[in-house]
């Protein structure tokens, strides 16, 4: 590499990178993390890390390869999944997680999961 060939590099690196991106995305990804059980949404978010919540959008999806809600749903599932497993009720479990409705966590738990909060628990129980 020649000597203009590294400093074309050295500026590119140093003005262009995607740190500052990257840092935001975790950023975002340990509120998350941290913060499931409370009401979250892109303004939330956007707040916490000081960026507009479309950039925000972007950015997850680019690095996470899905939505920051897409991944909250994730995070409260594979959460109720380990309550349930650990004898808490269905409905303590909803609440507990942060979703509002005992009847759409039970929804979305049957989709994702494949079975009714109600059916893995007592799976879980017998396999135990």
């Known amino acids: 590499m020649t000597f203009y060939e590294e400093k074309i590099k ?11 991106q990257i840092e935001t995305v975790i950023g975002i990804k340990r509120h998350i993390d941290n913060h499931y059980e409370t009401a979250i ?7 916490t890390e000081f960026v507009s919540k479309f950039h925000l959008l972007r950015l997850f999806k680019k690095y996470y390869g899905q939505t920051p809600r897409q991944y909250l ?10 309550f349930l497993t650990n004898g808490m009720s269905v409905t303590e479990t909803c609440f ?12 979305l738990f049957k989709t994702r ?10 799976e879980q129980f017998s396999r135990s």
């Open 10 to 20: 050295e500026i590119k690196d140093s003005y262009f990178s995607n740190d500052k």
């Open 41 to 47: 949404n892109l303004d939330t978010l956007s707040q």
């Open 73 to 82: 749903i994730d995070k409260r599932i594979e959460k109720s999944k380990i």
């Open 96 to 107: 507990a997680v942060g979703f509002e409705s005992v009847g759409s966590f039970s929804t």
């Open 113 to 122: 999961i494949g079975k009714s909060p109600s059916i893995y628990q007592k």
